[in-house]
């Protein structure tokens, strides 16, 4: 990185809680950054304070802001708090989605679903570490987290 670039972090929901996990990574010159965003997840209502709300969401407003300088969407895992909004908010960022394998699966029925065809846009990868190429020459390590690998 030269002096003029910058790594930013937002955490756009699953800080400092359980759930909701969507956290996006830019890089590169104040306002010029390429994002990669890590999950899109949901988490579930206290029924007592949020009856008839069934699932929530982050907002990826943020994210969905910059989708032009959005590089990819890494899903770590197969939990609901990591891919359970897939499905939901795709059509918000419209970018390639990696995972491992057997979150592949959990992906493809979270797209299909809201009548997406994931066929054309999921990555998966067999290897426990993969390298993605995200970004202007950014080399993306992917890493599984509890869910087997095969």
């Known amino acids: 990185m030269s002096n003029d670039e910058r790594l930013v972090y937002v955490a756009l929901g699953g800080a400092g809680e359980i759930g909701m996990n969507m956290y996006a990574y830019g890089w590169g010159k ?4 390429r994002w990669i965003l890590v999950d899109m997840g949901v988490t579930f209502p206290n029924m007592d304070g949020s ?3 069934d699932l929530i969401t982050a907002d ?3 994210i969905a802001e910059r989708r032009d300088r959005l590089e990819a969407i890494f899903i ?3 939990h609901e708090d990591h891919v359970g909004a897939l499905g939901m ?6 970018t390639p989605v990696y995972c491992r ?6 992906a493809r029925d979270k797209m299909e679903r809201y009548g997406l065809d994931p066929s054309h846009l999921l990555r998966e990868h067999q290897r ?3 390298h993605v190429l995200a970004g202007p020459g950014r080399d993306a390590h992917h890493y599984g987290h509890a869910a087997p690998a095969h």
């Open 30 to 33: 104040p306002g010029a950054e």
């Open 51 to 53: 009856p008839g709300v």
């Open 60 to 62: 990826p407003g943020f």
């Open 76 to 78: 770590t895992h197969g």
């Open 89 to 94: 908010l795709w059509h918000r960022v419209e």
């Open 101 to 106: 394998a057997f979150t592949g699966l959990v």
């Open 128 to 130: 426990p570490r993969a």
